[in-house]
Nanobody
Framework: QVQLVESGGGLVQPGGSLTLSCAAS????????MGWYRQAPGKQRELVAV???????NYEESVKGRFTISRDNAKNTVYLQMNSLKPEDTAVFYC?????????????????WGQGTQVTVSS
């Protein structure tokens, strides 16, 4: 019914930049919060950034000032601009979105996830 497709990961040198994108498609009535998690090898998945439907944002402490989350509601897409990347940012990044479906209307929200995209920061 709904798919989230991520793009933009890759290999970058320390200090470099990457922008991740995540586009939602399908039987969408509305989208609430959208965000990004990451999971590094041997570590638990952690929330990196979240953005509400009205544009309010929140960030994990270690990425504040370096990462920027944004969204284009017309395109059902969330972005994560990552600057000043560090080796410790290496992880698989997953987007998510809280979505109300056309079939069930605004009363029920379901959480959908992207497939994950690898970000590797290394020289």
């Amino acid at each position: 019914q709904v798919q989230l497709v991520e793009s933009g990961g890759g290999l970058v040198q320390p200090g470099g930049s990457l922008t991740l994108s995540c586009a939602a498609s399908g039987s969408i009535f509305s989208i609430g919060n959208m965000g990004w998690y990451r999971q590094a090898p041997g570590k638990q998945r952690e929330l990196v950034a979240v953005i509400t439907s009205t544009g309010s944002t929140n960030y994990e402490e270690s990425v504040k000032g370096r990462f920027t989350i944004s969204r284009d509601n017309a395109k059902n897409t969330v972005y994560l601009q990552m600057n000043s990347l560090k080796p410790e940012d290496t992880a698989v990044f997953y987007c998510y979105a809280n979505i109300a479906l056309q079939q069930t209307g605004p009363k029920y929200n379901y959480q959908y996830w992207g497939q994950g995209t690898q970000v590797t920061v290394s020289s």
